[in-house]
């Protein structure tokens, strides 16, 4: 298991601890200082993205049932899934910067950029950054009909199977989409993407033999991969994952230096008051400490992070040029 933002290519102190921008404008008046003060007083809706019972969705239940016991308030989680994660960060980006809409992100808002021609949000002007929340290490897998067990085998068989195979992916312009498509270029190989809508039936569809690889998150493929019924061969992380230490990193086979996590953080939309900014990264960091939660996500192989709003919002700008550089190269595309 990494620690800390393994997801990071320099040290998360150093980047971190440099921060200085905040994304987002934050006004300071004097009617949304009053209006925080009895914050919250209803219910605070928490949009994910992604499907129910997927890798993002499982890590922000945990969140948010411990948020909602802290701040005495329900945090409903409201799905909404589709377009790689778009159609739910554009709707928190449109939503009332009251505080009573917080989007549970992931990595996928610096990703959409530099793969759509247009999204219908500003990563940077639209949110405020809360706190960073857990980054979950993904794995590379392959069906246990294939004739490999290791990532240079894999490789070695690709490469005399020229075009003839195929990997899955939760979705186009997802993490795991990009993360596949740079492991296929970095290896030379020509494999053919067939997007899925989630971690479940892109897993299931692996484990059945349809598709031949994929690169998901560790905590949607653990059962599938402790049954036998797909096989893992190394992780995307710099350092092995706690859960699963017999698998070797990506780092330390073919590719050093290559790391991916799908991390993941809260944001508000961009005018949220300072007071309620700051009162919800407090409870934030809180609920990340506290011994339940840090029980369940380390029993799905997710790291705990937990951040200022400025340190977040400096490193979400790091992954805004990280990933546009890497789709650059790659020449990775939304089919």
Same mark, same amino acid.
């Given at each position: ?9 320099q ?26 003060a ?8 928490m ?19 411990r948020?909602?016991?802290q ?17 739910? &960060?554009?709707? +928190?980006a449109? !939503?009332?910067?009251d505080?009573?809409?917080?989007? %549970?992100?992931? =990595? #996928?808002?610096?990703i /959409? ?18 706190s ?44 795991t989409?990009?993360?596949? &498509?740079?492991? +296929?270029?970095? !290896? ?7 997007? %899925?809508?989630? =971690? #479940?039936?892109?897993? /299931?569809d ?19 991969i402790?049954?036998g019924?797909?096989?893992?061969l ?62 369940k ?38 089919d």
């Amino acid at each position: 298991m990494t620690t800390g933002h393994a997801i990071l290519r320099q040290s998360a102190g150093a980047l971190l601890a440099s921060a200085v921008f905040v994304l987002g404008g934050l006004p300071a008046g004097a009617q949304a200082q009053a209006g925080a003060a009895d914050y919250p007083n209803r219910p605070i809706r928490m949009i994910v993205a992604f499907p129910p019972g997927g890798p993002t969705d499982i890590v922000s239940r945990v969140i948010a049932k411990r948020l909602g016991e802290q701040l005495g308030q329900t945090v409903v989680i409201e799905n909404k899934p589709g377009a790689g994660g778009n159609i739910g &960060a554009e709707a +928190a980006a449109k !939503a009332a910067p009251d505080g009573y809409t917080v989007f %549970y992100n992931t =990595s #996928a808002i610096t990703i /959409a950029p530099g793969l759509y021609s247009k999204v219908g949000y500003d990563p940077v002007k639209d949110y405020a950054t809360v706190s960073s929340t857990a980054a979950v290490p993904m794995v590379l897998m392959v069906n246990p009909r294939m004739p490999v067990k290791s990532v240079s085998e894999f490789i070695d068989y690709a490469k005399a199977n020229p075009g003839k195979l195929n990997y899955g992916s939760t979705g186009s312009g997802t993490i795991t989409h990009l993360a596949t &498509a740079a492991f +296929a270029a970095s !290896a030379g190989l020509q494999l053919q993407h067939i997007p %899925y809508k989630g =971690s #479940a039936p892109n897993i /299931a569809d692996l484990a059945a033999g349809v598709t031949h690889l994929t690169i998901d998150t560790l905590n949607s493929s653990l059962a599938l991969i402790k049954d036998g019924r797909v096989r893992p061969l190394a992780v995307t992380t710099m350092r092995r994952s706690a859960i699963s230490p017999e698998l070797p990193t990506l780092n330390e086979t073919a590719f050093p230096g290559m790391e991916m996590s799908a991390w993941q953080g809260i944001v508000v939309p961009a005018g949220t008051p300072p007071a309620i900014i700051e009162k919800l990264n407090a409870e934030v960091r809180k609920a990340l400490k506290h011994p339940e939660v840090v029980e369940k996500l380390a029993a799905q192989g997710t790291d705990i992070l937990g951040s200022t709003p400025q340190e977040y919002a400096a490193y979400i700008r790091s992954e805004l040029q990280r990933w546009s550089r890497l789709i650059r190269e790659t020449g990775a595309k939304v089919d």
